[in-house]
């Protein structure tokens, strides 16, 4: 870092003041954009390079890591360094990278189907370490590189090439697994909700350790609307649980008002606005250490969207596995000097053949 340069909260050298100011079209590659018109990927892809100049970190000190899918194309249209990875695989190479170079904002571009099918024992593992890196977690409940078969967020019942009388499989819901596996930044928002959208990659990107937002994707070839009903003015705030931190979690319009309250069995429920005291609401707390309540709002959620909570869930501060992996090695290297090769690959036991 030169004596121009300055950190950000997590760490990170900022753009030195002496420099022009980054716009988004300095984080615009010069490669063609390929997907299918009309795909949310556009949407979010629009979203992201707006929003990286924000940041105010070098190009290259920014890394999209993504695996296989339609999603992680990404890398190849962001003028910042990218890896195009393996199925499943990106949130293990994000962890190295991470690790190893803590001058860089990581950030993992990943599907439903890479991050929970193939991908599901890294991403967890990722989550449950608190690695310094952002997930992007595109959702829209489809295999759509391979043509359209269910994923592991399809619905029961889904019909499609690979289950022509319908999915059989209870499908995963990404919020509360990762909560489930104790991450400390949780989100949800929309491809076509730019402001919201933008909103949470602020907040993630300021995160220490990682954080995961899941976006609502729709793919109008292989599952068109998917989420319509949170997009058409006719249902969207009806069934739309906005959480923001520090409010009561009220939503739905004129006699159709609700709140949600604690419910006699230790979970959360849903009740008429007009029936429930102000303070029998229950006031959002995203910044609980205990993930409970949380888990709780994420299982308000189901495939046929009576009510969806949007927003953050979860952001709470605990150290960062890449930050407490350097105080070992450096406690290590202060105790016992610079070490030797030779006498690692000696130590313990041995054998001599021949």
Known sequence: MTSTESLNGKGLALVPRTDTAQTLKDFKSDQEVRWCPGCGDYAILAAVQSFLPELGLRRENIVFVSGIGCSSRFPYYLNTYGFHSIHGRAPAIATGLASSRPDLSVWVITGDGDALSIGGNHLIHALRRNVNLNILLF??????LTKGQYSPTSEVGKITKSTPMGSLDKPFNPISLALGAEAGFVARTIDS???????????????RGTSLVE?????????????????????????????????????GTGDNEKAVRLSPYGGVEVVRRSEVADSEILVHDAHNPDPSLAFA???LDDPAFEHVPIGIFRSIDRPAYDQLMREQMEAATADKGKGDLRDLLLAGDTWRIG
Do not use: M, W
């Not at 959702?139 to 759509?144: A, D, L, P, V």
């Not at 990659?201 to 995160?207: D, G, K, M």
């Open 297 to 299: 709002l994420s299982r």
């Open 193 to 207: 909700d730019r402001k919201h959208l933008q909103s949470v990659l602020r907040e993630a990107a300021a995160h």
């Open 215 to 251: 976006i609502y994707q729709n793919c109008n070839i292989f599952n068109d609307n998917a989420f319509e009903a949170l997009k058409d003015p006719a249902t969207r705030d009806d069934i739309t649980v906005k959480l923001e931190h520090g409010r009561p979690i009220v939503f």
């Open 139 to 144: 959702n829209n409940r489809i295999y759509g």
